[in-house]
């Protein structure tokens, strides 16, 4: 059975908390639970940053080392132009062999003699190359050797300057907690006690322990393990990482079955974090078995969550310049149909609708107003279906062509929605007297990623009125194959389909 089949079914087996739905919880999380959630609020920096900070800077020393070493030897051998590609070339050979090398990731550039030791090699790997290359060309070997020489002196300053600031500035990243690896626990008891210890010994690495939580409330869990006080149990673990920004969740239950690992996953794959089991768990087929430590403690990688570092850093410039361009090119038509929205009926010509947003938090998602103002639903209890007389002659067209959700484009700007992505729902969304997130356990997966302008679902055939169980079982597959197979290449073919999707549609009323 394929990985993303073995997902769908555990989704589909499992139990799982309801999600949020704008009425009160049963139960709050704990005062100290609460200010940790707090203080956890603000997303960490992500080491890639700085990776990708470091590559563009060794381009830019590299480069200028490269011209200011160029007057030492003969200039007559190239031409400006040509001084200037040879030195560019030899700045990207020197980046790139050290991206090969690993010198930008950060577990290198937090070592100094590490990271140091990469650097030069880099340096002296890309020159080669480049000076073998010059030699083939025809130039003078004397000539070409001594300017390396020189470029490497150069240049070999300035790396080793900028590796030193580059590590004394994660240094004050982490003490101040700005660059940090979040870790979350689920277990209790003695044998928690040294993975906890060994987690705070790692603190000057970038690791924090944010709490750990546990369901049994007997004896077998004390309330306080290595100086951290329980949070609560796992229904308050999905409370409290949603106001947290969490990193990683790690079922540190010794030796559990398949079963328990299985139960406690359908409860936390709402979630958008890394999910990994001690390395003696009994472990599920469809797991990654990626291994990673925590100093003697092994790890295996049940589940990562779908688009984080470089590919979130992706699909953010997707979204900004492409909402960008989108305004621009429907900023005419959008201020055509909000002059015929409200010659229409009385009114404002924005509708403002709460739906479930990312990690099901809900977001305020901006439309054209198409029905009239009094009988507006914001809440969604009651579907719009064929020929329902709420909706207005203006309200009708653009509810058909999709034209009433040209402001979400907004929302895109502002990050609340994504270009593609599952489609935002209401709050108390349903269909018929059941609301969508009692018709499949699947509900809330969809939830892990940004909600979207337009999806796979909607080019898929499964747009507008969702009028059975069956049509929603059928949409929520679609998100979570989207969520699953995300590239930016996907998120492109979904955007230029998008446009027959809307004209072959016909439930869209």
Request: glycine fraction near 8%.
């Amino acid at each position: 059975m394929s990985e993303t089949a073995s997902r769908k079914r555990l989704f589909t087996e499992a139990n799982r908390r309801r999600p949020w739905t704008g009425r009160a919880r049963p139960r709050l999380l704990g005062g100290q639970a609460q200010a940790a959630a707090q203080r956890l609020s603000r997303p960490s920096m992500k080491p890639q940053v700085l990776g990708y900070l470091q590559f563009c800077v060794d381009v830019l020393t590299v480069g200028l080392a490269g011209r200011l070493a160029f007057p030492l030897v003969e200039e007559a051998i190239f031409s400006d132009l040509q001084r200037l590609e040879v030195i560019w070339l030899g700045a990207l050979s020197v980046a790139l062999v050290g991206r090969i090398a690993g010198a930008y990731g950060f577990r290198c550039m937090r070592s100094l003699w590490r990271a140091t030791a990469t650097a030069l090699a880099s340096l002296i790997i890309g020159l080669m190359l480049l000076a073998g290359l010059l030699i083939l060309a025809g130039l003078p070997r004397g000539m070409v050797e001594a300017w390396m020489l020189f470029w490497f002196i150069a240049a070999a300053g300035f790396m080793l300057t900028s590796r030193v600031a580059m590590e004394l500035r994660i240094a004050h990243l982490v003490q101040t907690g700005r660059l940090e690896h979040r870790i979350v626990l689920v277990g209790g008891g003695d044998t928690l006690e040294p993975l906890v210890r060994e987690i705070d010994r790692e603190r000057r690495r970038g690791r924090r322990l944010c709490a750990f939580f546990d369901e049994r409330m007997d004896d077998r869990s004390p309330a306080m393990v290595a100086g951290h006080h329980k949070a609560g149990d796992v229904d308050d673990l999905v409370e409290f990482a949603r106001l947290a920004k969490i990193d990683t969740v790690i079922i540190a239950i010794p030796a559990a079955s398949q079963q328990r690992i299985r139960e406690l996953l359908g409860r936390l794959f709402v979630l958008p974090v890394d999910i990994c089991v001690l390395d003696d768990a009994e472990i599920p087929e469809f797991s990654r078995k990626r291994r990673s430590r925590i100093g003697p403690f092994k790890l295996i990688e049940i589940y990562k969550r779908p688009i984080g570092g470089f590919a979130a850093v992706q699909k953010r410039a997707f979204d900004i310049v492409l909402s960008l361009i989108a305004i621009a090119l429907f900023a005419p038509l959008m201020l055509a149909v909000g002059i015929a929205v409200r010659l229409e009926s009385p009114g404002p010509a924005l509708f403002r609708q709460k739906r479930h947003g990312y990690n099901n938090k809900p977001i305020e998602v901006l439309k054209f107003r198409s029905m009239y103002t009094d009988q507006c639903d914001p809440t969604a209890v009651k579907a719009v279906r064929r020929g329902d007389s709420r909706v207005t002659r203006v309200g009708r067209f653009i509810r058909r062509t999709s034209i009433d959700e040209l402001p979400q484009f907004f929302n895109v700007l502002k990050g609340d929605l994504s270009m593609v992505g599952p489609r935002p729902h209401a709050l108390t969304a349903r269909t018929g007297d059941i609301v969508y997130d009692q018709i499949t356990e699947a509900y809330s997966a969809r939830h892990k990623v940004k909600p979207g302008v337009t999806g796979w679902a909607q080019i898929s055939g499964w747009r507008g009125e969702m009028n059975s169980p069956e049509k929603i079982r059928a949409r929520i597959e679609h998100d979570l194959y989207y969520i699953e197979n995300w590239s930016l290449w996907l998120d492109l073919k979904i955007v230029l389909l998008t446009p027959w999707s809307l004209v072959t549609t016909k439930n869209a009323y």
